[in-house]
């Protein structure tokens, strides 16, 4: 791995002077190569776009003979390429403080500045553009430049190692050795569920996991040993989300090895008169710092991490798109958005992205189209804003994300952790299962790929972990099936008026805060506030996919049963009997803690093992899920699980997703854990599985401690620092 450090051809004598100097002459020669190559692309590009675009030319207005026209292009493209070589690192880094979508969008016009500038430039003085046709003549150029060069050095080896070289030494600033133990990814893809990584290896739509998973190819090929499958270099092993089953209660859970008091999605504090929500920065500070302070130590990615794309830090020295960090100011809130500049200090990316931006909306918008007139169901809504959240999940995190994870293995860095929300955003609206998300579970895979390529070269060698932090459970969502929403229900059973137009409720997808903090624009959701508004004698009703909270404000504790009962009598039997409702979790006086059901069930949560009642079509393990989650200082006064159909695992969400997850029910609970056989297995030899995002963290503790790498110790479980 690390024998492309030094030059080939180095030996003793004179000999080995000879060959030094003859291996960076040819490096000259191939360099210089390629460098004519690209200008020459460049000039012909430029000579075809002033063919086409009227308004750029490239000679006076009384004509030029073709060789004054040609060499006008040449030098012209010359200056645009040696401007952009110098300026762009420079300008980028200076607009870092720019929202990064717009600084997308700059790129494009200072991209085009540069070349007006080049055209100014220009000995001949005959060659002009107007300005918005500049853009687009830079745009193109810059594309096609960058797809020359990377075609060129692709087919060179020891000039793509050497870029790849460079790009690391940029990155790692201390000069400090790279250690030659293993480093770990840990690449999580959001919302994957165990069963549908598994039917896409089976329909090929995965080829990368399909191979380390040694399954058989679609197309028959062999591996290199000549059997009918490749070698399988890792292990497919499905684990249990807690009851919560949602980005912020796992993720918090595997980077700081505690999720405790983390209920749902959102939630309402009554001790602060706030609602928490995951994925808005504040409320993601403050669980980090929670979390920090019961396990006591930073997190998983403590010694030498970075973190990517995560609603969390874990720990790492080294942050971009982080949400917990993207409400901070000056220094650490630049660190946050570091991704960007890194990614975007490259035109040919910003053009590359923005291309694929604009292809993903309009694919979106196709796709939406052909639901509708197909009269698809289940169905919600996609219109507004989404295909531009749709985009920015499947194009621009991935982008850039994935650049991050690249330039960190080439720094050497020990652990890191990122994660792809794509599939996540996609089956939210059109479901887990269907064409659309395949086609995003085909691109997750390419970007899998590439990372693969990418730890070929470098410093040191690297185990890649791929897991995912929760499922997706199909079905209608409880407005669509009933007319009203799970407010309207508990207004209704509370006696007070309920509007007749069913209020919407909105979705809780990561893309959307990811876009609002890259936009530096409030993450706050409509009719959603820090502190509620309205009558503090109404309830608050929120929702986690197919969970529901509901919460008396105006009480100052949790409310018990027979509390509950005595104020609104209707409202628990109005809940329980719902057909759209599974079960209910309150407290109780007499038992500490029930769980309602249809036709007046109520059990004690210490006698669920011999009699789950309403929790029986949740499968084993959901007992233990509502007592854990019963324990939480914030749980809410009443919890609400909607209906589950064990026959073809649908659920029925509070929000408006047809694909959700947040509660129990289905393929939601059912994440998966892919893992090198070079680590020990992730489940003991005694059967039990694997449970709890908590779980999932020791586990991955304990592969970077079997890395040999320097890790922050977990002396003791998280329950008994905070007994």
Not at 213 to 236: V, W
Not at 439 to 445: A, E, K, M, S
Request: overall charge neutral.
């Amino acid at each position: 791995m690390t024998g492309w450090r030094a030059a080939p051809g180095v030996g003793a004598g004179t000999r080995g002077v000879r060959g030094v100097r003859g291996v960076r002459w040819r490096r000259a020669v191939s360099q210089a190569g390629r460098s004519v190559a690209v200008w020459g692309v460049s000039t012909l590009t430029m000579l075809v776009l002033a063919g086409i675009l009227p308004d750029f030319r490239l000679q006076s207005p009384d004509g030029d003979s073709a060789t004054t026209i040609a060499m006008t292009a040449a030098v012209g493209a010359g200056v645009f390429g040696v401007l952009s070589a110098l300026a762009w690192p420079l300008l980028v880094r200076l607009l870092l403080l720019v929202p990064a979508l717009v600084l997308g969008l700059l790129v494009f016009f200072l991209n085009g500045s540069l070349l007006l500038l080049a055209l100014r430039l220009n000995p001949s003085g005959q060659s002009e553009a107007a300005p918005e046709t500049a853009v687009i003549v830079a745009a193109v150029m810059s594309a096609v430049a960058s797809a020359t060069g990377g075609a060129l050095a692709v087919r060179d080896d020891e000039a793509y190692r050497r870029r790849l070289y460079r790009l690391a030494d940029r990155r790692r600033r201390d000069g400090a050795a790279c250690p030659v133990t293993h480093g770990t990814v840990f690449l999580q893809f959001d919302g994957v569920g165990h069963d549908v990584l598994a039917a896409a290896v089976r329909k090929g739509l995965m080829p990368t996991v399909a191979r380390w998973l040694g399954a058989p190819q679609q197309d028959g090929a062999r591996d290199r040993a000549g059997g009918g499958a490749p070698r399988p270099s890792h292990r497919l092993t499905a684990w249990h989300t807690d009851w919560s089953s949602q980005t912020g209660a796992s993720q918090l859970g595997i980077l700081h090895g505690s999720n405790h008091d983390v209920p749902a999605f959102r939630w309402y504090e009554k001790d602060t008169g706030e609602v928490m929500v995951c994925n808005r920065p504040t409320s993601a500070a403050e669980l980090q710092r929670r979390a920090v302070e019961r396990t006591g130590d930073g997190g998983l990615l403590s010694a030498d991490g970075a973190s990517r794309g995560n609603l969390f830090g874990g720990g790492a020295d080294e942050q971009a798109l982080v949400l917990s960090i993207a409400a901070r100011r000056r220094n650490r809130e630049t660190r946050s958005r570091s991704g960007y500049f890194a990614y975007f200090s490259d035109p040919a990316n910003a053009v590359r992205t923005a291309l694929s931006f604009v292809a993903e909306v309009g694919r979106e918008t196709g796709q939406s189209v052909r639901a509708r007139l197909r009269r698809e169901r289940p169905r919600v809504g996609r219109g507004g804003l989404y295909p531009l959240v749709r985009a920015f999940a499947t194009v621009v995190e991935r982008d850039v994300v994935v650049a991050a994870v690249m330039g960190d293995m080439l720094a050497g860095r020990t652990a890191v952790y990122a994660d792809l929300v794509a599939y996540d955003e996609v089956a939210h609206h059109s479901g887990p299962l269907g064409r659309d998300t395949e086609q995003v579970l085909g691109r997750l895979d390419r970007a899998l790929a590439l990372i693969e390529n990418v730890a070929e070269h470098a410093p040191r060698p690297y185990r890649i972990v791929v897991l995912s932090d929760h499922g997706q459970s199909p079905g209608e969502t409880f407005r669509a099936r009933y007319g009203l929403t799970l407010g309207d229900l508990v207004r209704a059973g509370c006696g007070l008026a309920v509007s007749r137009k069913a209020e919407r409720t909105h979705s809780g997808a990561e893309a959307r805060a990811a876009v609002r903090a890259a936009l530096r624009r409030p993450v706050e959701e409509d009719g959603e506030r820090h502190h509620p508004a309205g009558r503090r004698s109404e309830p608050i009703v929120l929702a986690s996919g197919n969970l529901g909270l509901i919460s008396f404000p105006d009480v100052p504790h949790r409310m018990t049963k027979e509390e509950i009962d005595a104020r609104h009598p209707a409202l628990l039997t109005t809940l329980a009997n719902h057909p759209g409702i599974g079960f209910l979790l309150v407290r109780s006086e007499e038992h500490g803690g029930v769980v309602l059901g249809a036709h007046g069930a109520e059990i004690p949560l210490d006698e669920l093992d011999r009699t789950p009642g309403p929790l029986a079509a949740f499968g084993p393990g959901a007992a233990d899920a509502v007592r854990r989650t019963h324990s939480f200082p914030h749980t809410a006064d009443i919890m609400v699980n909607s209906f589950h159909d064990p026959a073809d695992g649908e659920v029925l969400a509070f929000e408006e997703q047809i694909g959700s997850h947040g509660g129990l029910g289905g393929a939601q609970a059912r994440p998966f854990l892919m893992s090198p056989l070079a680590l020990s297995a992730p489940v003991e030899d005694d059967g039990e599985p694997l449970t709890g995002a908590e779980q999932v963290h020791r586990v991955l503790r304990r592969w970077l401690r079997e890395s040999d790498g320097p890790q922050v110790p977990l002396e003791t479980a998280p329950e008994e620092r905070a007994a």
